[in-house]
T-cell receptor, first 113, second 114 residues
Framework: AQSVTQLDSQVPVFEEAPVELRCNYS??????LFWYVQYPNQGLQLLLK??????LVKGINGFEAEFNKSQTSFHLRKPSVHISDTAEYFC???????????FGQGTRLTINP | GAVVSQHPSWVICKSGTSVKIECRSL??????MFWYRQFPKQSLMLMAT?????????EQGVEKDKFLINHASLTLSTLTVTSAHPEDSSFYIC??????????FGDGTRLSIL
């Protein structure tokens, strides 16, 4: 069964510093990959998705992610973070043709002034 | 972009009562809707998948008689927590997906059972 691992449960970063949130998935079959952000007491908002094509995907709020098939990774990056980026970030994967999203455990990004 | 509306956002009720949560896709037809439960500081746990006009498919360990799901139209799914008890207190999130779309999530419902 598909599984997703977010290697860091918490990532503290200073404001305006770059950040990378790591995500690895287990299956080597064709997949769709997603990053979602969750602000306190809210649902999930789609940051970006990889379905096909270019392996570098740009999303909202200045985030981007790179799909690396050989390393089964989909790490999320932002060159300069803001206080407002403080949130929980979830990586998710779905096998092509399947319906269920499989979520990682989440990474809490904390931005310090 | 695609919008999913979830209502209510917060509900507090007495033990033994039933609570209904609505999930609506506002600008697309949701052929599939999903219901998740999220405990504090944890990831989302899929409870069930519902396709419009069909019975919901429940994940292992989820009581179908406890968590009643109805997906009667392409824009509305409901989750009813029957005879709720304090251990049912949680954050419930729905998501909806059209034929060729990623899942779009509602803002969640915080359920507190006294």
């Amino acid at each position: 069964a598909q599984s997703v691992t977010q290697l860091d449960s918490q990532v503290p970063v200073f404001e305006e510093a770059p950040v990378e949130l790591r995500c690895n998935y287990s299956s080597s079959v064709s997949v769709y990959l997603f990053w979602y952000v969750q602000y306190p007491n809210q649902g999930l908002q789609l940051l970006l998705k990889y379905l096909s094509g270019s392996t570098l995907v740009k999303g909202i709020n200045g985030f981007e992610a790179e799909f690396n098939k050989s390393q089964t990774s989909f790490h999320l990056r932002k060159p300069s973070v803001h206080i407002s980026d403080t949130a929980e970030y979830f990586c998710a994967v779905v096998d092509q043709g399947a319906q269920k999203l499989v979520f990682g455990q989440g990474t809490r990004l904390t931005i310090n002034p | 972009g695609a919008v999913v509306s979830q209502h209510p956002s917060w509900v507090i009720c007495k033990s033994g009562t039933s609570v209904k949560i609505e999930c609506r896709s506002l600008d697309f037809q949701a052929t599939t809707m999903f219901w998740y439960r999220q405990f504090p500081k944890q990831s989302l746990m899929l409870m069930a998948t519902s396709n419009e006009g069909s019975k919901a498919t429940y994940e292992q360990g989820v009581e179908k008689d406890k968590f009643l799901i109805n997906h009667a139209s392409l824009t509305l799914s409901t989750l009813t927590v029957t005879s709720a008890h304090p251990e049912d207190s949680s954050f419930y999130i729905c998501s909806a997906r059209g034929p060729i779309q990623p899942q779009h999530f509602g803002d969640g419902t915080r359920l507190s059972i006294l």
